[in-house]
Structures are given as structure tokens and as C-alpha cells.
């Protein structure tokens, strides 16, 4: 669309810009476009001598869709990456998706189940193949909606935690392990789920509070007699000792006794341990070691008997009455019998406790003794935090690392086997007279063993992320150019369960060499009062349906912006849409700069030869550049993006833009116009990492702009010409003018303070004011012109009379707003004001003054008094001013 011929000023081309920004109507073509000329597509033999810069994309589950969370993390990502291309460096964002072991598997179950079958029905090869045709045909969902927020991947590399390439990095590293001794198979204490029939890892484990009761019960009898306390009676059953504290003397008398254990007719030992806190409870504690994970490590400790009494479906399997009960109906029904026995002393209800539950199902997770395969992670574990104390890896921002060091410092054995058929089965075989063999990739197993039926932890095979999407085990050329990788962006929650199992193997498979130099760690998205988002909250955003309402720009901005290192980043609808008109703000200023034949064509003109007006923005360009450059490498994204913020719409629109539009009527507008073109090229640059799609639209317009030449003069740029590739901008000190500044910044606060007064006068921004200006000695006589344009004023008449004299900055502003507003209702309403804060002066003033109300009010009230009190007197006093300043009626 070309611009009509009235809109445009004098030497202005034509502007193929739309009136108006629709980003519907921008982002998919621009992205297809980007992907198809392989702007975002990394080669390790380009540019030898060019710096590597890598990240690999923390891999969303194939179930997944785009959530906040998701469009941060990636928003993050695509700033950095897109910044180093920008920056030269031959840059990679490795792309693709995690297989989810067990929410998939729940997926596709699900599918069966409207069938009428089941897994079983199928079998377990039919069973993962009908997996596999399920991720090919509605998996991966998210990887277009990636596509949408505008994320620069390279689509060349792609991967899957399943893929060919990825399983055999599983193999190799697993067969390593296992061969170092590092991968071992016990019975221990592990998070099962007795829905989904499997273990879990700790972060697919969620706790919330919830109401149970509290049941106190008598052990043994007599002298022999002790309490103890627990939530989940049930499992009594399957005690086999009680602990104490051994410097506790009320139970000195029973340490190393037996005593009776109630309905089960055992008897169970006291042990001491000092792990028992004599001051919670009673100071004694049941120990269930099959079905507690502290009491488990207090059976080892003193060779106590694991006894598990309950199966994998939750079902109660101890001998006796409560036989066959599902774990909830035999909790009320051994308190009932544990009182009939007289054995309740007291009972808590309700009582509010943390509760785990499966992150797949919300069954309430039961801990259970299981034969599992366990990685030792003793020195794996050391490595990792060795890494970071040494500096070979950066935490950012570094107050987290001390969170990382509690982690890496205190991990237990790390669980990878999940009785799951979808997912890396373990690869190994046992024989006929239980022999155990681990073949590598490239080895069969002898002929006739069986293999093991569990699978891998779906984190085990997203730990070989950093090196396995490389080309691992093989020396590949991406490997040796972009590993290690630079950065991991991921949120804080994720540090210890993903984050320092990647820092294991990363430092175990490549031999000591970290898997990336840098974590840069985000918090989670909230609502914008905090609270964490939850559909039983009713506050959860879709990232997509902003984009559809506001655009992907305006989307990443509404983000970035509150993205303070390692902090919660709030987002509310209003701020969307405040993005959204930020895009509208930067559209509107690009067309008028180039309706007035703003350029890039030519040398930028000396120092000498600028307007004080002009060296000023060059001036502020250039520290917003080195200032906007520091915030980036330190990962603060939200302070850069408030320093662009207000850099272009204070600074450039509000002040340069209004002020230029006087340079570009005179003799000055051929420099004007290639320092407009300059300003708005250096400011697309910076905003393009973060704002993409329209930066990208708006630059490309920007250089086909030939500049001051006849209207309808062809464009002559490189087709090729994209944005994505254009050079970043560097800071140039030489056109730092500090004159020219100081003199701006005097214009500004002049300008500011006549609006104020206008504004209390009660006329309209719009409005147009006659007024004289006396400049006497002031550096702002030249500029008179634009402060008039800026304040809407217009030069006097004969028999000029003003009813205003207002004195700033040197320079005294005499207005007549006789003509412009009605004296009279303006009076009224002043006067109406007053009184209101009189009245509020008066009152407040009478609390602080009454003896019996600061004897009583909290120190908070008080203070609140204070700030009325003060705040009332501040009206006054600027209403008085008003009234005094109204002219005579």
C-alpha cells in the first residue's frame, strides 16, 4: 500500500507499509520465508575463524502444547541466539522433543480404552508400535506453535529422545556405566505409583496439602508402653521396629527390648538413632522400612526387616482381617480395631499434611520397596558440583548456586528403571541360570536370553541432550564446533532434576568437558498479582491465544520484560495489549520517517554538521546501545527491554520524532532525514531479538528506502536482505555529545513543565495556545520553533494580553488561556477540589492529633494517616497555585 501524496512531506518516497500493523498478516509469511532461505540453518565448516555459539532447546514432551512457561523459556532462547548471529557468530539452537515415558503411554492407553481394550490386549510390540503411529499422527503438536512465537531453530537438526540417533547414545553410555560399576540393581525405597504400575522420579511426584488425620496409638504394655503418631495407620502393619533418640531418658529403659506390636501379634524392637528428633511428637517413631523412605534408611542402618505389606496396586497383602483391602479402606479399618483393642489415645481430625501424588494421574503416590536399577551417583555427582566451583560453569543469576551445591551435595542413587513399555528398555539380558549381560549398541545379545522389561527414566535419555543431538558417541563435526554448548536456559525448578543429571553425564561421556559454559536460570510465570497459575485458580494464560489477540511480538515483549534474572515473572492482559501498542507505536514511527524520506543510503554526517537535536539522539542511541548490550550478557532481559522501551517511544517518539518534524520543512532536512533513517536502524536491530516479526518487516521497508529522492523512486535492495542477518549494532563513543545533551534535557524539563500547567489549567493536549517566549540569554532560543510545535503554541497578536507567566529554565513562558477555557467552570471545579482537600487535611489531622487513637492504631494505620495528611497539604497547596494563576472572569 503506497502512500497517499498529501501524507507525505517534501523529497518523501513511497511507503509499502500498510496504515496499520497486523501481525496476522506478517508473522507466518516472514517465518516461512526465514525457514525456506535457511537463515536459522547452522553449518560447523562455515566460517572457521567465526566464534561457535550453541543451545540446545530444553525438549518439550511430545504431548505437550505451548504453555507461559514454555513461551519464556523459548523467548529467551531466541533472543540470545538470534543476538550472536547477529553478532557474527555461526550460532545453533538445536531443536526437538522429549518421548514423556509415562504421560505418553497414558495418552495412547487412553486412546485403547474408548476401544474396549487395553496395553495387554495388544501386547507389548504392538503396543509401542501403536505408540509410535500415535506420535506420528497427533504428537509434536507443539513444534508448530513453536513455529508461531517465532523461534529460530535450525528444523535441519531436529530430535527426539527416541529417535535412532538418541538410542544409541542410550546404549553406549548406559553400557559404559555399567560397565564402570556406575549402574547397579537393589531393592530400595522408591516413589510408586500405584495407578500408572510404576516408579517414579521426584519430579514427577507433586505434593499439595491436604486433610487427613492424625491417629496416636499405644505399642506394647505396661513398663513397656510407648506412642507413636502417624497419618497413615495402615501401614502398622508392616512395622518392624521403633526409634528413638538415644540421649532421650524417658526410653533409655527400652533400647534393645522388644514390645508388642498391636493386630499382628509380633513383637517389634526399639532402636536407638540419632536422626529422631526427641522434641516432635512423642520422640518415638514407628519404622515401616517397605513403606517410608526415612524409615528405610533407619532399617539399614539397624539391619531391620523390610516387610512389605501391601502390592503394586495398593492393595493391602498382610495376613490377617485386613487382607485384600485397598490401602484407604484398610486405614480406617485398623484405627477401628486399634481402638476396640484400646489402643487409640488420641486422634487429630482433620489434619493438613503434604501429600504426594502422581504428576500423570494425581494418584496418591505410595513409597514401596522395589527390585529397580539404580545409576551410583557418588562421583558422578561430585564432578557436577566440581564444575561449577571451579568456574567452568556459571550459574546465573549466582545467589542460585548455593541451591545447586544443597542438590548435587545430598543425591541419593538416582532411580532409571520405569515399568513402562514405552520408552529405552533397559538393555540388559539375563541368562538361563541368571547370568546378567550388557551388550553395547553395536553387540547382540547371546541367543535365547531374556531381556529386561523396564525402561529408562525419561530423564535419563534427556540428560544426553547437550551432546546426544550433537552427533554422540560419534566425533562429529557439530560436536567438536558446538560442544560445549554455551548456555541452558531453563527455569529454576527444573535446576537439580535436570539440570545437574545433564551436568553428570555431560562431564562423564565427554570426559571431563562441561556440557554448556553458562545456566541461565528464569522463574515461573504468575499472574500479576503472583499467584501461580492453576486452572483451579482460573488465571492460566494461553500463550497462543494472545498471539492470535495481540501477536507473537507483543507476546515475547509482555514476557521478556518482566524477565529478571532467576526471578517470577509476572504477565497481566493489560500489559499484553501495552506490548502490542509498543509494536503499533514503532509501525506508526517508521512510516512517518519514511513519508518524510528518512534513509540508510550514505555516510552519516560529521559531529560538526549535525543539529544540537540531531547529535542528541545519536548521542542517546549510543549509550542505549552499550547499555542495552550489557543488560543482554547479563542475561537481564527485563532491564533491556525498559531501556528500548523508553529509548524509542519517550526518547525517539515523544522528543526526536516531534522535533525533527520542524528540521525536515527547512534547509536541515537532507541530514535529518539520514539521521532519522540511522536512529531507526540502529533501533530495529536492538529490538529484533526480541521482537522479531515486526523489526523484520520494518527494516526491510527502511532499507529499500532510497531517501529523499522523487516520490515512486524503485527501491534498490538486496532481496536476500533480512534482518535476521543484518550486523548488531556497536557503540560509537566519538558521537557522544554531552552538549548537546544537557541542552535537550533543559528543553524537556521546559516543555514538561508549561504541559503541567496547561494540563492543570484544564486545556486540552490538542488544544492550541497563544503564548510569548522570552529567552533572554538561554541556549534555547534556536529551538524555539520545536517548542512551540511540542506545546501546541501559537505566536501572539497585536494587543496580546497573557493571563500566565510561567518562568523555567531560564526562559520566561507568557500564555493567554483566556480563549480556551471556561474560567468560570474551571474556578468551580478548583474550587470544589479544594474544599475536598480541606476537608481530608482536617480529618486526618484531627486523628493524629487524638491521643486515644495513636495509643490504639497499629504503627501501619498511623502511617497511613501520615501520608493523607501529607498528600492533602500537597493539594492545597497546588489548587491555591491554580486558582491563583485563573484569570480575572
Given amino acids: 500500500m503506497t502512500t497517499p501524496s498529501h501524507e507525505r512531506g517534501p523529497g518523501a518516497a513511497d511507503v509499502d507499509l500498510p496504515t496499520q500493523y497486523q501481525p496476522g498478516n506478517v508473522e507466518t509469511k516472514l517465518y516461512e520465508r526465514w525457514v525456506a532461505a535457511g537463515h536459522f540453518t547452522a553449518d560447523p565448516s562455515r566460517r572457521p575463524d567465526a566464534p561457535a555459539y550453541s543451545i540446545v532447546i530444553p525438549p518439550p514432551n511430545v504431548t505437550g502444547s505451548l504453555h507461559m512457561g514454555h513461551a519464556l523459556d523459548h523467548s529467551i532462547q531466541d533472543a540470545l ?69 517465532g523461534d529460530s531453530v535450525d528444523w535441519t537438526r531436529e530430535a527426539f529422545t527416541m529417535d535412532d540417533d538418541r538410542a544409541r547414545a542410550v546404549r553406549t553410555i548406559f553400557k559404559r556405566l555399567f ?138 497383602t498382610a495376613h490377617g482381617p485386613f487382607q485384600g483391602l ?76 548455593a541451591r545447586y551445591f544443597e542438590w548435587v551435595d545430598n543425591m541419593h542413587d538416582w532411580c532409571i528403571s520405569r515399568q513402562l513399555w514405552w520408552g529405552h528398555r533397559i538393555p540388559v539380558w539375563y541368562g538361563p541360570d541368571g547370568e546378567v549381560v550388557c551388550p553395547g549398541p553395536d553387540e547382540e545379545p547371546p541367543a535365547g536370553w531374556t531381556q529386561d522389561t523396564d525402561v529408562l527414566d525419561t530423564w535419563f535419555s534427556s540428560a544426553l541432550w547437550p551432546f546426544s543431538t550433537l552427533g554422540w558417541p560419534d566425533e562429529s563435526a557439530d560436536l567438536k564446533r558446538f560442544y560445549p554448548t554455551s548456555v541452558l536456559v531453563t527455569g529454576y525448578d527444573i535446576l537439580f532434576f535436570w539440570v545437574a543429571r545433564m551436568m553428570m553425564f555431560g562431564l562423564y561421556a565427554m570426559d571431563g568437558v562441561v556440557p554448556f559454559k553458562t545456566i541461565a536460570l528464569h522463574g515461573m510465570v504468575r499472574d500479576q498479582h503472583g499467584k501461580k497459575m492453576s486452572k483451579s485458580f482460573g488465571n492460566v494464560v494461553d500463550p497462543l491465544d494472545w498471539i492470535d489477540r495481540y501477536g507473537a511480538d507483543a507476546t515475547r515483549f509482555t514476557l521478556l520484560r518482566g524477565a529478571n534474572p532467576g ?69 537481564d532481559f527485563a532491564k533491556a527491554c525498559e531501556t528500548l522501551y523508553h529509548f524509542a517511544w519517550d526518547e525517539f517518539c515523544d522528543w526526536y520524532v516531534e522535533l525533527a518534524k520542524v528540521q525536515l520543512a527547512d534547509e536541515r532536512a537532507d541530514r535529518t532525514r539520514r539521521v532519522l533513517g540511522e536512529v531507526l536502524d540502529k533501533l530495529l536491530r536492538l529490538l529484533h531479538p526480541v521482537i522479531p516479526f515486526v523489526t523484520e518487516e520494518l527494516w526491510i521497508s527502511l532499507t529499500k528506502a532510497v531517501g529523499g529522492g522523487p516520490a515512486g523512486s524503485s527501491p534498490q535492495s538486496d532481496p536476500e536482505e533480512t534482518l535476521t542477518r543484518a550486523e548488531w549494532p556497536a557503540a560509537d563513543t566519538s558521537r557522544h555529545a554531552d552538549e548537546a545533551e544537557t541542552l535537550v534535557e533543559s528543553l524537556q524539563r521546559l516543555v514538561t513543565e508549561v504541559r503541567r500547567f496547561r494540563n492543570d489549567q484544564g486545556v486540552k493536549p490538542g488544544q492550541r495556545v497563544v503564548a510569548a517566549l522570552d529567552f533572554g540569554g538561554s541556549p534555547l532560543a534556536p529551538h524555539e520553533e520545536g517548542i512551540r510545535t511540542l506545546l501546541r503554541l501559537t505566536q501572539p497578536g497585536e ?50 492529633g487524638n491521643e486515644a487513637f495513636m495509643a490504639k492504631a497499629p504503627e501501619q494505620v498511623i502511617a497511613k494517616n501520615r501520608d493523607r495528611l501529607a498528600a492533602s497539604e500537597a493539594d492545597i497547596e497546588r489548587l491555591v497555585s491554580q486558582l491563583a494563576a485563573l484569570p480575572a472572569a
Avoid at 606 to 631: G, P
Fill in 81 to 149: 541466539i538470534r543476538r550472536r548471529r547477529m553478532q557474527g557468530y555461526e550460532a545453533v539452537w538445536v531443536p526437538g522433543m522429549d518421548h514423556a515415558g509415562i504421560a505418553t503411554q497414558n495418552v495412547v492407553e487412553r486412546e485403547l480404552a474408548k476401544e474396549g481394550l487395553s496395553r495387554h490386549d495388544l501386547g507389548r510390540e504392538a503396543f509401542v508400535e501403536r505408540v509410535w503411529q500415535w506420535k506420528g499422527e497427533s504428537g509434536g503438536r507443539i513444534l508448530g506453535q513453536m513455529r508461531r512465537l
Fill in 179 to 316: 560397565d564402570d560399576g556406575l549402574i547397579h540393581r537393589a531393592e530400595r525405597i522408591i516413589n510408586w505409583c500405584p495407578r500408572c504400575l510404576t516408579a517414579l522420579s521426584d519430579i514427577e511426584v507433586e505434593h499439595a496439602d491436604r486433610e487427613g488425620e492424625l491417629v496416636s496409638i499405644r505399642y506394647g504394655s505396661g513398663d513397656t508402653a510407648i506412642v507413636v503418631a502417624t497419618t497413615r495407620a495402615e501401614t502398622m502393619l508392616g512395622d518392624t521396629g521403633i526409634a528413638v533418640h538415644p540421649d532421650d531418658e524417658r526410653y533409655a529403659h527400652l533400647i534393645g527390648r522388644e514390645i508388642e506390636l498391636p493386630l499382628t501379634g509380633r513383637t517389634i524392637p526399639v532402636v536407638a538413632d540419632a536422626h529422631v528428633d526427641p522434641e516432635f511428637g512423642t520422640g518415638a517413631v514407628k519404622v515401616t522400612p517397605a513403606h517410608d523412605p526415612n524409615d528405610f534408611e533407619i532399617g539399614r542402618r539397624h539391619d531391620l526387616e523390610s516387610l512389605v505389606i501391601m502390592d503394586e496396586r495398593g492393595v493391602i
Fill in 326 to 401: 485397598d490401602r484407604f479402606e484398610a486405614r480406617p479399618a485398623v484405627v477401628a480395631a486399634l481402638r476396640e483393642d484400646g489402643r487409640i489415645v488420641k486422634e487429630v481430625r482433620p489434619y493438613e499434611h503434604a501429600v504426594g501424588h502422581c504428576q500423570r494421574c494425581s494418584t496418591v503416590v505410595e513409597p514401596r520397596v522395589s527390585l529397580q536399577w539404580f545409576v551410583t551417583v557418588a562421583p558422578l555427582a561430585k564432578a557436577a558440583g566440581d564444575a561449577v566451583r571451579d568456574g567452568r560453569v556459571a550459574i546465573h543469576p549466582p545467589e542460585l548456586a
Fill in 567 to 635: 526471578g517470577d515473572v509476572p504477565v497481566a492482559e493489560e500489559w499484553a495489549e501495552g506490548s502490542r501498542n509498543f509494536c503499533n507505536k514503532l509501525w506508526n514511527a517508521t512510516r512517518f520517517a519514511l513519508m518524510n524520506g528518512a534513509h540508510v543510503r550514505g555516510e552519516l554526517p560529521a559531529a560538526a554538521e549535525l543539529t544540537t537535536i540531531d547529535a542528541w539522539i545519536l548521542s542517546r542511541l549510543n549509550r542505549v546501545i552499550a547499555e542495552v548490550d550489557a543488560q543482554l550478557e547479563g542475561f
Fill in 799 to 848: 494587543g496580546f494580553s497573557a493571563t500566565a507567566s510561567l518562568p523555567v529554565e531560564d526562559v520566561t513562558v507568557r500564555l493567554d488561556t483566556a480563549g480556551v477555557i471556561d474560567v468560570a467552570a474551571e474556578r468551580r471545579r478548583l474550587e470544589k477540589d479544594l474544599a475536598a482537600a480541606r476537608k481530608e487535611r482536617d480529618q486526618t489531622r484531627g486523628k493524629l
